[in-house]
């Protein structure tokens, strides 16, 4: 199990920039696969961005070409820079995480507020 504290969310102009940050701690960081989920407000839950084989990234749709996900294991932390924003990514934003191997996800974030103001 790992535990895992979102920070960076806040409000933005269209066309700005956040970072996201997802600190992890508790088992072996770099075993688990990591991802983001967002939520808007009356909406799902849904896929942002994850890490997959061999370090490789994939991404919605929605965010390709805007987000970009990183991940330094030497401090446990995965990254969301999220650029060109618009207004639709207005959400709470998650990190979570699976052992490899496993289908869902097992330990999520308490989830950050990101707000793009049009």
């Known amino acids: 199990q790992v535990q895992l504290v979102e920070s960076g969310g806040g409000l933005v102009q269209a066309g700005g920039s956040l970072r996201l940050s997802c600190a992890a701690s508790?088992?072996?960081?770099?075993?688990?696969?990591m991802a983001w989920f967002r939520q808007a407000p009356g909406k799902q839950r849904e896929f942002v961005a994850r890490?997959?084989?061999?370090?490789?990234?994939i991404y919605a749709d929605s965010v390709k070409g805007r987000f970009t996900l990183s991940r330094d294991n030497a401090k446990s932390t995965v990254y969301l820079q999220m650029n060109s924003l618009k207004p639709e990514d207005t959400a709470v934003y998650y990190c979570?995480?699976?052992?490899?191997?496993?289908?869902?996800?097992?330990?999520w974030g308490q989830g950050t507020q990101v707000t793009v103001s049009s």
């Open positions: 508790g088992r072996t960081f770099s075993t688990y696969v």
């Open positions: 890490f997959f084989g061999g370090g490789r990234t």
């Open positions: 979570a995480a699976r052992p490899q191997g496993y289908s869902d996800y097992t330990d």
